[in-house]
């Protein structure tokens, strides 16, 4: 309660505290900081991203060019032979890595599809990869996770392929150079479609409404859903995953909701706009 003074008809009124009001209050400015927060960590993580994609890109670009047109120098053939074997490398490395991530990220980081399983309880060579693994499944604090630990260790290897078929030339040099540019090429990919479009931790423009890459969101949030002991463990297949346990049923549910969401969150934006 408190008093209300009319100092020019000297009354004074007695009323309600506003405390529901200060409530209200505190709870919208906790929720704007959370929101400015998550802005700067998503603008952090986007930089990150795109500063790390031109530079890859940038130095996959010259580095080919010059690792093939140099071997003409000197007057010899061009190695057809060996670009075409580089490039099928390429694509061969970056299939290979979605059927290599599906199984470690199956039987090495969960390891069991009892994600709530206490640590003490894992078996010991699992222990730490659970540890940088589970941070993927709760709640992000800040605009990295240890998880993004397992990126590094794939860019390790991509790193030394590419730079040994770079140095060198012939045709393992050239396979070898071929299968770290599909590392790369898959990591890239797998950056922007799990990361930024899936769990959102950087804005990915128009990829969002490309028809299959929807799919692939609806059945990696099932995933984390644990509907079915954790599967699909893939990403860009994980369509496949859940076909054969019978699981198409609930991804269409999921993407029917996620539209639902989309739909009721745009029409929440435009009233705000409008008001």
């Known amino acids: 309660m408190f008093l209300k ?9 007695v009323s309600a505290t506003s405390e529901p009001q200060l409530i209200v209050d505190e709870e919208d400015k906790a929720r704007a900081e959370r929101m400015v927060k998550k802005k700067q960590q998503r603008t952090q993580y986007l930089l990150s991203a795109v500063a790390a994609t031109s530079l890859i890109l940038f130095t996959a670009i010259v580095a080919t060019v010059y690792r093939y047109s140099s071997q003409t120098a000197d007057g010899s053939p061009f190695p057809y032979f060996e670009l075409f074997s580089s490039l099928l490398c390429t694509v061969g490395a970056a299939v290979g890595m979605e059927f290599y991530a599906r199984y470690a990220h199956k039987y090495l980081w969960h390891e069991t599809w009892m994600w709530s399983l206490p640590e003490e309880w894992r078996k010991e060579w699992n222990k730490p990869f659970w540890k940088l693994h ?5 709640p992000r604090e800040g ?28 045709e393992w040099p050239g396979i070898c150079y071929g299968i770290g540019l599909g590392i790369t090429v898959f990591g890239m990919a797998y950056m922007f479609v799990h990361d930024g479009m899936i769990h959102k931790r950087f ?11 929807k799919k692939i969101a609806a059945a990696h949030r ?28 609930e991804l269409e549910e999921v993407l029917r909701a996620a539209e639902e969401r989309d739909k009721a969150a745009k029409e929440a934006k435009e009233m705000r706009t409008k008001s």
Request: net charge negative; proline share 6%.
């Open 5 to 13: 003074i009319n100092t020019r008809s000297h009354q004074i009124s």
């Open 134 to 138: 589970e941070s993927h499944h709760e």
């Open 143 to 170: 605009a990295f996770e240890n998880n993004d630990i397992f990126a590094v260790m794939n860019a390790v290897p991509a790193f030394g392929l590419i730079l040994y078929g770079f140095l060198n030339s012939g």
């Open 203 to 213: 804005p990915v423009g128009p990829i969002e409404e490309v028809p299959y890459l």
């Open 222 to 249: 099932i995933h984390h859903g644990e509907k079915y002991d954790g599967v699909p463990y893939g990403l860009f297949f994980g369509l496949d995953e859940l076909e054969k346990i019978g699981g198409l049923g």
